[in-house]
């Protein structure tokens, strides 16, 4: 029996479900992350990524952004980290399992009114918008 890799299907009946579809399925994909292979295997658990909270308030954006780290030598070619962050009540913060660190410049550095900060990233620099300004965060140094 073919794993069903056209996912769940219930606008039809089930004399006329479409081939490599399923009339029932729960907690499954079709891409079985532990051998990287399409045959099928049970979703991943859901768990909090970090305890702590950022701050009081709704959070404006969240993101995350592939950043290089600076190297010690100029010969050295810096290794490419993934940096997570997220915008509270106008403040800009990275965030890793361990908790929250605000950014240096990141207090505060943008609109706190506003109900969702734009963003984009290019080459390890994200760049924010809020409506009155804009700001450039430097995740591999956390600056705003």
Same mark, same amino acid.
């Given at each position: 029996m073919p794993w069903p890799n056209l996912g769940l299907v219930e606008a039809t009946g089930y004399e006329t479900q479409p081939k490599g579809s399923t009339v029932e399925c729960q907690n499954v994909r079709a891409w079985e992350p532990s051998t990287g292979r399409s045959r099928?295997?049970?979703?991943?658990?859901?768990a909090k990524y970090v305890n702590a909270r950022t701050a009081d308030g709704k959070v404006q954006d969240l993101g995350s952004v592939v950043a290089r780290a600076v190297p010690a030598d100029q010969d050295e070619v810096g290794a490419r980290t993934v940096v997570s962050y997220a915008v509270t009540n106008g403040t800009v913060a990275k965030f890793t399992t361990s908790g929250f660190t605000t950014a240096t410049n990141g207090s505060s550095a943008l609109s706190s009114t506003v109900?969702?900060? @734009?963003s984009t990233?290019?080459?390890?620099?994200?760049? @924010?918008?809020?409506?009155a300004s804009v700001k450039k965060y430097t995740a591999s140094t956390n600056t705003v």
């Open positions: 099928g295997g049970q979703r991943a658990g859901l109900p969702c900060v @734009f990233s290019l080459f390890g620099i994200v760049y @924010f918008a809020d409506g």
